[in-house]
């Protein structure tokens, strides 16, 4: 099966994908764990979950967001690096989106936030301090898991900053010691607006509503999302996941792009656009 094409982002591409070589040919011995910013909707995670079916990896997203102080009721990192279990001794990534939320401040006001946080960072730390962790077992029971053989990236967008360096990351509130052993920083480059018309003309979810609705003629509805990508590309927030937005939108509201209460579809196996 084809991968899907990474736009954009061709020399972050280059440099990731010598270091998974690095670490996969190194039998895992090189783990050169890094940190990716970059503005929402930039394709951070989109990237290195192509980067690492290219190479055949096991690919663990872990949302730093939504992780809770080990002990604590919710989703701690023991059970978040469960699966971890199951995976062996293969090469694997584990993604850490969301890794910023864990220090920028103005995320939360209160103390107790702040120290579920920090401990959240701490604990992270000490998984990449050691070759095994502990994680969430079956009846409750905390068994060993391996991560010699993983490569951690930490993503974030960081207040949508360009260019964000180590003197910046601990501006931020991010650790010395962390910053000493995921010390290499990368960089999402924002999408210009011939990159989310690359995107809009290779979209799957585009062909699976042509697939679905006959009447439409492809070029009238791309031509259609490129005149409004354009007319407001300066206020685009959501980055390449405009393009879907802008899909879902046009079959949803009847052909139009608009602020037009949606028409009420019924879906069958082939639908008229009316």
Known sequence: MPHSQIIGQDKLVNEVDKIVTIFINSECEIRPHF?????????KSFTIKQIAERHEMNFLEVNAAQLTKEGTSGNSLSKALAPLVQYGQ????????????????GNSNTD????TTNGVQNEFLKVLEDDT?????????????????????FAGAFNGESDVTLDRLRAFGVKTEFLGRVGLVYNTK?????????ILEGSELLKKYLNLFE??????????????????FKNNTLGARAVNTLIQTYFIKGGKLSDDEAKQVTFQKKMLLK
């Open 35 to 43: 940190i990716l910013t970059g503005e929402s909707g930039s394709g």
């Open 90 to 105: 293969v090469p694997t990534i584990v993604f850490v989106d969301e890794f910023d939320k864990l220090f920028i401040s």
């Open 112 to 115: 107790l936030a702040h120290e």
């Open 133 to 153: 962790t502990q994680v969430f077992g079956d009846y409750g029971k905390y068994i060993s898991a391996s991560t010699s053989n993983v490569l951690f990236i």
């Open 190 to 198: 924002p999408l210009e607006l011939e990159d989310l018309f690359r």
């Open 215 to 232: 009447n439409v003629e492809r070029d009238v509805v791309v031509d259609a999302i490129k005149q409004h990508l354009e007319e407001n």
